[in-house]
């Protein structure tokens, strides 16, 4: 009897203990997303990015600041975080980016929340980052054959950079995105930071041109990660609208002219980044993904799973001046 009971105990024991390890392990991969708030229902388009992560071990991070949202985004199986926003409500990049540093071993995304995953193949490119190919020394290896010499000490740590897929009235009818906005970074060792060594990020308006180039034109001229362009690797969607419900881009300065939000990201862009002895300048028209010095995309599609393969460029420009990156 004693030992039926006290056997009963440690499997108690036992079971709370995991169910706590559980609740306090880290996730394998955290996206996050800010969708406008003030939703009735958790939108479509996260729960299917939610159905695709949650089941290869990570989760997705809603940054939420209306209750009523946070409440309903939970009960779906959310993430939430609080994010500081501008006074007309766009979150702010400086506060997103402290966000992601909490993480200390997951791989980390940001995108856009308006952004859907394709099912499968998104599902399959996930996987594939999370692999233990990927995360026990191939990229580094093929860094290495790819610059045909050993790589630098900071080789494994990277980002992954990605246009979206825009489509009209038909999904199967979609073009890469290179009007030279990035949608979505993917990015590993979190704590040292998306530019890859701590380093506060301004308050870009998320939500506003400026903030995604800025970031891939420093993190490309910083140099401490490698930065590899991700769009033929994963399928992104994106269905065509008009910003502020009448404009097609951001380029009518006179009907933006009131936009505090959009001048301050200018600003804040054209402000010289110092680091280390060296100051960096923002140039307007850089900062896309086809200047990334490295490419993972899909060779074979014909089985089960895709296979990946990284490649060099041999040129890397900005998107509007490169024709034939996507070809």
Sequence with gaps: ????????????????????RDQCSEPKIV?????????????????????????????????LNNPADRSIATDAGFLVDYVKESENGLPLLSSVMQITAKFTSAIVGFCNS????????????????????????????EIDVLLRQKGPAHKSVWLL????????????????HTAGGIDMWIWNEAPL??????????????????????????????????????TLGIDILHKKHLRFGHLQDW????????????????????????LQNKCLRY?????????????????????????YCLTKRRVSVPCPKCSHCYA
């Design 283 to 307: 140039q307007r028209g850089f900062g896309t993904a086809c200047e990334a010095v490295f490419q993972l995309k899909i060779t074979n599609d014909t089985d089960d799973h895709p296979k």
């Design 251 to 274: 380029s009518n300065r006179t009907l933006i002219s009131d936009d505090q939000d959009w001048f301050e990201n200018q600003r804040l862009a054209e402000t010289p980044v110092c």
């Design 31 to 63: 996206l996050i997303l800010a969708p406008k708030p003030s939703f009735s229902t958790v939108p479509q388009n996260l729960l299917l990015w939610r159905n695709i992560i949650k089941p290869l071990g990570g989760n997705v991070l809603l940054l």
């Design 193 to 230: 930071g998306i530019l890859g060594f701590k380093q506060s990020i301004p308050a870009f308006r998320v939500g506003r041109p400026f903030f995604d180039n800025w970031l891939t034109a420093m993190a490309i001229q910083v140099g401490k990660r490698h930065v590899i362009d991700a």
């Design 161 to 176: 950079v990605a246009n979206r897929m825009d489509y009209g009235d038909s999904v199967t009818d979609r073009t890469v």
């Design 114 to 141: 308006d952004l859907k995953p394709t099912g499968s193949s998104t599902k399959d490119f996930f996987q594939y980052i999370l692999s233990e190919q990927w995360r026990n020394g191939w990229l580094e290896n």
């Design 1 to 20: 009897m004693i030992i039926t009971f006290g056997f009963a105990i440690f499997i108690l024991r036992f079971g709370i203990l995991t169910l706590i």
